[in-house]
Nanobody, 124 residues
Framework: QVHLVESGGGLVQAGGSLRLSCAAS????????MGWFRQVPGKEREFVAA????????FYADSAKGRFIISRDNTENTVFLQMNSLKPEDTAVYYC?????????????????WGQGTQVTVSS
């Protein structure tokens, strides 16, 4: 079992930055990969970024490349998503998720546990 709690969302102007955090508990944090997804009402949840168990392998959606950075601190059982140069189209509920393998995946179905989400709103 893995319990995930996101924080750090909020309202920011376009061009600004936010740092999301996701605290994990339960299974040994360094034994699984982590991902960030986002969802807007009426649309499917979409992949944003993922990092493998050690932090050595990261993967980003095209929309996130060059602006977002995913990282993890295995001593603090936390994964982060640094979001820079935010755009109004980044507005969504952001979810962190745990994938109980050591491989980076980009699809919702590959992830086993999910947090409750944190709202990010970017004003124009």
């Amino acid at each position: 079992q893995v319990h995930l709690v996101e924080s750090g969302g909020g309202l920011v102007q376009a061009g600004g930055s936010l740092r999301l955090s996701c605290a994990a508990s339960g299974r040994t944090f360094s034994s699984y990969s982590m991902g960030w997804f986002r969802q807007v009402p009426g649309k499917e949840r979409e992949f944003v970024a993922a990092v493998n168990w050690s932090g050595s392998n990261r993967f980003y959606a095209d929309s996130a490349k060059g602006r977002f950075i995913i990282s993890r601190d295995n001593t603090e059982n936390t994964v982060f998503l640094q979001m820079n140069s935010l755009k109004p189209e980044d507005t969504a509920v952001y979810y962190c998720a745990a994938d109980l393998t050591r491989v980076v995946h980009t699809t919702v179905a590959e992830y086993d546990y999910w947090g409750q989400g944190t709202q990010v709103t970017v004003s124009s």
